[in-house]
């Protein structure tokens, strides 16, 4: 399935950075903090056990094969989005294609009102984490009450021996209207430039990862006017077309889901990591295989209507290649 045609062997110097919207990944309780009351088995959506388990299976082997064809091994670190708590995340590492790759989770409580979080996951054998926090993200809806959205996850470790940033986003969605909340979009990216230039301001040489889901594509106003500056570069910008993106609405393809780094990962240093390439993962079995929507990622749940599938999102991810010494 996947990526595993054949056996490839461990490219030892090529690492996957992976981000990933989960699509409300919700355990089977009813959280009285949070509205999650659509993922309970006796809701309209039925949320059991049986179908959770299938759910994390099915992600456990999505995220293992994604960068495999290239490196020969699972993602080094992976953002996720859309998860509940940190006790699914747990369920997801533990699951069968994922329990012996040694992950790690780093994982805040964000105050969405959905009670939907972002998290990531990393290989322990490459990554250690030396610090982490989450950043809120102040946004008020138009009636100038506060909009409880999803924090940045700002997690600061070095991937094999070389110290990285990375930032975790979701971005307030366009469930109102893509042009009417493009404003909450700015603001987070704005909140994203204020961490670079803290960052940046104490090590002028900080390696920094962006990823998440935007709510924005490549060249929307808030990543490409608010976000990518100078500093950053995105190579996602060429990878949407009107036949390939991460989401489908409407038979329109987006690139929500984005990877964005700092230039240095351009330079070839020994002993440090260098961008490779980026690409979109949507092979052909995380696609609906057949009918009007073929193609489109097969996603669990189309509004009450449970599919099975795995993600209204394909994952996005970058190689980095850590250039050898001598």
């Known amino acids: 399935m996947g990526n595993k045609p054949y056996f490839r062997k461990k490219n030892t110097n090529h690492f996957t950075v992976a981000f990933y919207n989960l699509e409300n990944l919700f355990d089977t309780v009813d959280d ?9 088995p006796n809701s309209e959506k039925q949320w059991t ?20 064809s290239k490196t020969g091994k699972a993602p080094t ?12 995340l747990q369920d997801l590492i533990d699951s069968k294609h994922l329990k012996k790759k040694n ?6 409580d964000s105050p969405d009102e959905r009670g939907i979080d972002v998290g990531l996951l990393y290989q322990k054998e490459y990554f250690e984490v030396t610090h982490s926090e989450n950043i809120p993200v102040m ?3 138009q009636n100038g009450q506060r909009d409880y959205t999803r924090d940045i996850l700002w997690v600061t470790g070095n991937l094999n021996n070389e110290q990285v940033h990375i930032l975790v986003n979701h971005w307030p969605s366009r469930r109102e209207g893509s042009d009417i909340t493009t404003y ?3 603001v987070a990216a704005e909140k994203n430039r204020e961490v670079i230039n803290q960052i940046t301001s104490e090590n002028p040489e900080a390696k920094i990862i962006i990823m998440g889901d935007f709510n924005d594509d490549p060249s929307s106003e808030s990543v490409q006017q608010h976000l990518v500056q100078n500093d950053l570069f995105n190579p996602m910008e060429r990878l ?7 989401t489908n609405y409407r038979s329109q393809w987006n690139l929500f889901d984005q990877i964005i780094f700092s230039h240095n990962f351009h330079k070839y240093e020994k002993g440090k990591h260098s961008f490779s390439e980026a690409s979109i993962f949507d092979d052909d079995f995380l696609k609906i295989y057949k009918g009007r929507y073929k193609g489109n990622p097969f996603r669990t749940y189309a ?7 795995y993600s209204d999102h394909f994952p996005v991810y970058i190689k980095l290649r850590l250039n050898q010494k001598e």
Do not use: C, M
């Open 77 to 88: 670190l992976v953002g996720v989005a859309e998860v509940e708590n940190k006790r699914v």
């Open 139 to 141: 946004v008020d809806n």
């Open 303 to 309: 509004g009450r209507k449970y599919l099975g599938g």
């Open 32 to 40: 009285q903090y949070v509205l999650d009351d659509d993922f309970v």
């Open 240 to 246: 949407l077309t009107r036949y390939r993106g991460t």
């Open 103 to 108: 992950y790690g989770i780093v994982h805040y």
């Open 184 to 186: 909450k979009r700015i």
């Open 49 to 68: 056990q049986k179908r959770y388990e299938k759910k994390i299976f099915k992600l456990g082997t999505a995220i293992s094969n994604i960068g495999f």
